[in-house]
């Protein structure tokens, strides 16, 4: 069974640094639903009846893998991404469930927002796997996401 989460409306966004800046006078961003999508394995955000973007997962145990965020063009820089990283983190929170945030845009939403660090199991790029009792990232970056 999936879960939803309704994310309304404001009138600001962050632009790709992570930095929060105001929409033009008047506009206003769209209500956003974010659903898990359990048969696809991720969580959808949703504006009325279309879909926006999506934020991808692999079950692990008693955790998510993030593994892909993506924002359809006709929605891009309205805040959707953002809401749908928060959206689908409060869900997972919901769940009982603990992250590893593989996607470079779930990592830098969760950096920025101290408040979801608490879900992180795994290091930010590392593998599946990776985790309590899991096999240690031993990537040169370690396990940094790339760009």
């Not at 974010?34 to 048969?39: H, M, S």
């Not at 950096?111 to 199991?121: E, K, N």
Request: charged letters at 20%.
């Amino acid at each position: 069974m999936g879960h939803t989460v309704s994310m309304s409306g404001h009138n600001q966004r962050s632009d790709q640094g992570g930095h929060r800046a105001s929409l033009p006078a008047g506009a206003v961003t769209p209500a956003v639903e974010v659903r898990d999508n359990p048969t696809a394995n991720r969580y959808e955000a949703w504006v009325g009846n279309a879909l926006a973007g999506f934020a991808e997962y692999r079950p692990a145990g008693n955790r998510l893998v993030f593994v892909h965020t993506e924002v359809l063009p006709a929605f891009a820089g309205r805040g959707i991404g953002n809401r749908l990283a928060a959206g689908a983190l409060e869900a997972t929170r919901g769940r009982g469930l603990k992250v590893t945030p593989r996607c470079p845009f779930i990592a830098a939403y969760i950096r920025s927002h101290p408040g979801y660090a608490d879900l992180v199991v795994g290091r930010p790029g590392s593998s599946i796997e990776d985790g309590p009792g899991g096999p240690e990232d031993t990537s040169p970056d370690g396990g940094a996401p790339g760009g």
